[in-house]
């Protein structure tokens, strides 16, 4: 079966510091790969999705990148922190080739002080 | 892009009652259209979805309809319970253009759903 892990569960880190957060997925190939934010209270904003290695596609002008260097692999990356990056970062993935259906990861706490 | 308006915000009902949540999206393309359940400080899990080929689908004590015509879709809970409180986020998928396998899930802003012993 299929499995997403995502770490670390939570992350504080002052601002103008840099931001690695790491997603993999299990037991498939060639999954679609989504990182969602999430403010306290609010809903799920699309940040970036990537349908292969190296193919990434930004929703969104922010602080925050993403890269795909293996094909179950997604990193979200920031090189300078701000206060507004503070949030509930999701990764996503759902099977390739026209299948909708997603599911998340246990998502990363993140705290900009 | 696409936008998707979910309403409530906030939804309080009595034990054993039928709540009732409701979406609108924008874009006539999106042809998905999935329920996700998010406890607090957890994950996001799929509860059911239905496609535009579907008007309505149910499973248990949930069902969702979809009126395309009007891009109107909505959640139903019968006999609601206490393990139902949660927030409950809307969804519409749209294919982006030049990435054909990639599907979009655009969220609405959720509805907090508590029920009252």
């Not at chain 1, 904003?45 to 890269?67: D, H, K, M, R, T």
């Not at chain 2, 006999?79 to 809307?90: G, I, K, L, M």
Request: aromatic share 10%; proline share 6%.
């Amino acid at each position: 079966s299929q499995t997403i892990h995502q770490w670390p569960a939570t992350l504080v880190q002052p601002v103008g510091s840099p931001l690695s957060l790491e997603c993999t997925v299990e037991g498939t190939s060639n999954p679609n790969l989504y990182w969602y934010r999430q403010a306290a209270g609010r809903g799920l904003q699309l940040l970036f999705y990537s349908v292969g290695i190296g193919q990434i596609s930004s929703e969104v002008p922010q602080n925050l990148s993403a890269s795909r260097p293996q094909d179950r692999q997604f990193i979200l990356s920031s090189k300078k922190l701000l206060l507004s990056d503070s949030g509930f970062y999701l990764c996503a993935w759902s099977p390739g080739v026209g299948a909708d259906g997603y599911t998340f990861g246990s998502g990363t706490r993140l705290t900009v002080v | 892009g696409e936008n998707v308006e979910q309403h409530p915000s906030t939804l309080s009902v009595q034990e054993g009652d039928s709540a009732v949540i409701k979406c609108t999206y924008s874009d006539s393309a999106s042809n998905y259209f999935p329920w996700y359940k998010q406890e607090l400080g957890k994950r996001p899990q799929l509860i059911i979805d239905i496609r535009s080929n579907v008007g309505e689908k149910k499973d248990q004590r949930i069902a969702v309809t979809l009126n395309k015509t009007a891009k109107h879709f909505s959640l139903h809970i019968t006999e609601t319970q206490p393990e139902d409180s949660a927030v409950y986020f809307c969804a519409a998928s749209l294919r982006p253009t030049g990435y054909s396998s990639a599907s979009k899930i655009i969220f609405g802003s959720g509805t907090r759903l508590s029920i009252r012993p």
